[in-house]
C-alpha cells in the first residue's frame, strides 16, 4: 500500500532530509587517504544526535553502524571498520535519519584523493543516473518512467543497473511501498502522485548487472569484482514537480 503524505507530513520529512544533507556534506569535507571507515561512521552519527536525529540504520536488522560504507566493488550495505581508505578507492557512503517519527535516506559515493578515469566517470555516470530518474518523478508519469530514465543513462553509457536491489518509498518508515527499481520500461508501474515520497537510488557497476552477498551476511559486492557507485535523494513528488528532500547529500 503507498502511503500519500500530506503538505504538514512533507513539512515534518524535511527535518530529517535536512539532518541527512549535512552529515553528507561532512562527509565529503573528511574522506581522504587515511581516514577509517569507522572514522566516518562515528563523526556522522555525532551529527546526527548533535542535530536532533537518530541515526537510523543502527539497529536496523540488527546492523551495527550509523552508515554504510562501500569501498570499490563493494556496491551498498558495507559495514564501517578499521579498513584506512586509499588514495584512488571510491566510496560508497549511504546514511539514513529518523527525526520527528520520520525517516529521510540519501547515498553519495566520493573518490579518494586521485582516481582513475575509469572511476571517475563510474561516479558521473551514477550521479547521472539519479538526476535523470528524479527529472521524471512527476505527476502524469509511472515508476517505470523513472526506472527507464535511470537505466537508459547508464545503459548508453557502457556501465549496468544492479537488479536485485531497489529504490523504495519512505515516510513513517525507512521502507515503504512503491518499489523504485533502477530499470524497466516506460509508461509501466504505479502512477506517480501529489503525495508521494521516494528514495530514488541508482547503483551501477562498471562490468555485469550480477551482485553476491559477502559471509558477514552485509555486504553487497559485484560479482565479478567490478567497481560500483551509489546515488540516492529522498525526493517529494509535489503538484509542481518533484522536491530533493536531502539537498546537499550529493554535490551540485
Ligand atoms: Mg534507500
Known amino acids: 500500500m503507498i502511503l500519500l503524505k500530506s503538505p504538514t507530513e512533507f513539512e515534518l520529512m524535511r527535518h530529517p532530509g535536512k539532518i541527512v544533507g549535512g552529515a ?10 587515511g581516514i577509517t571507515t569507522q572514522e566516518l561512521d562515528q563523526l556522522v552519527e555525532d551529527f546526527i544526535r548533535e542535530q536532533g536525529g537518530e541515526p537510523a540504520f543502527k539497529g536496523y536488522r540488527g546492523f551495527p553502524a550509523s552508515v554504510c560504507a562501500s569501498v570499490n566493488e563493494e556496491v551498498v550495505h558495507g559495514i564501517p571498520g578499521p579498513r584506512a581508505l586509499q588514495e584512488g578507492d571510491i566510496v560508497g557512503v549511504d546514511i539514513g535519519v529518523k527525526a520527528g517519527g520520520f525517516y529521510s535516506d540519501a547515498a553519495q559515493t566520493i573518490a579518494v584523493g586521485a582516481v582513475s578515469p575509469e572511476a571517475r566517470a563510474l561516479l558521473d555516470v551514477t550521479r547521472g543516473a539519479l538526476l535523470a530518474g528524479i527529472e521524471q518523478a512527476h505527476v502524469g508519469n509511472r515508476m517505470g518512467d523513472i526506472s527507464h530514465a535511470v537505466q537508459k543513462y547508464v545503459e548508453s553509457r557502457g556501465f549496468s543497473v544492479v537488479r536485485t536491489l531497489v529504490g523504495h518509498g519512505i515516510g513513517r518508515s525507512m521502507h515503504e511501498d512503491p518499489q523504485v527499481p533502477n530499470f524497466g520500461k516506460p509508461k509501466k508501474g504505479p502512477e506517480l502522485k501529489v503525495g508521494m515520497a521516494l528514495a530514488i537510488e541508482p547503483m551501477v557497476n562498471i562490468g555485469g548487472h550480477e551482485v553476491e552477498v559477502l559471509d558477514d551476511a552485509w555486504t553487497v559486492v559485484t560479482a565479478d569484482g567490478s567497481l ?11 503538484e509542481n514537480g518533484p522536491e530533493i528532500l536531502t539537498n546537499g547529500a550529493v554535490p551540485e
Not at 553528507?24 to 587517504?33: F, G, M, N
Not at 540516492?232 to 513528488?237: L, Y
Open 24 to 33: 553528507h556534506r561532512k562527509v565529503r569535507e573528511a574522506v581522504r587517504p
Open 228 to 238: 560500483s557507485a551509489h546515488f540516492e535523494h529522498t525526493v517529494a513528488i509535489l
